[in-house]
């Protein structure tokens, strides 16, 4: 009887960890997908010499878990989501003309992985639309219109509450004192 499969397809072989180990000593980056970092990087030449770059879909490692193992909350993944993440398998990877990271491999789930990442993607026009809102974000941070950059934890104003915030130091003062 065959044994289950626990683990997803390691694409790591002696031979490519002794050429990422090499690389490695070379300031490789770990993040490297081939095809797409050599487009990207195509694109920010033609930026540096005043040319416009060409659309693009946009590749992300999303973090999946902490390095004490704990996965990431729900919050952070559905704020992937809703910028319109997807994670990306290697059949996909082929069909946009990339290849395999040498230093992933196919989880059970079918997704690409390295470490505690996953590989996802977002097309070129959802991309432009969250940069654009990010930008806008951080447009109307600077221009004080808005509270915080992140509404969900808003800044909190210590000088209304001065007064309050120095009768509790007092307070905490008197017990440290005696």
Do not use: C
Request: proline content about 5%.
């Amino acid at each position: 009887m065959a044994k289950p499969l626990l683990f997803g397809d390691s694409t790591l072989d002696a031979d490519r960890i002794a050429q990422i180990r090499g690389q490695d000593d070379q300031g490789w980056d770990r993040s490297y997908v081939p095809g797409y970092s050599e487009q990207r990087r195509a694109n920010e030449l033609r930026v540096r010499d005043g040319l416009k770059p060409i659309p693009m879909d946009r590749l992300q490692w999303i973090r999946l878990s902490h390095v004490d193992g704990r996965e990431v909350g729900d919050r952070d993944m559905l704020g992937w989501a809703l910028d319109g993440y997807q994670f990306i398998t290697v059949q996909e990877l082929k069909d946009r003309g990339y290849g395999m990271p040498p230093t992933a491999y196919v989880d059970t789930q079918g997704r690409v992985r390295r470490e505690d990442l996953a590989l996802a993607f977002v097309d070129n026009a959802q991309a432009r639309l969250n940069k654009d809102r990010q930008d806008a974000e951080r447009a109307a941070f600077q221009a004080n219109k808005m509270e915080s950059p992140n509404p969900d934890r808003p800044e909190i104003k210590w000088e209304a509450h001065r007064d309050e915030v120095d009768d509790l130091a007092n307070l905490g003062a008197k017990y440290v004192d005696s």
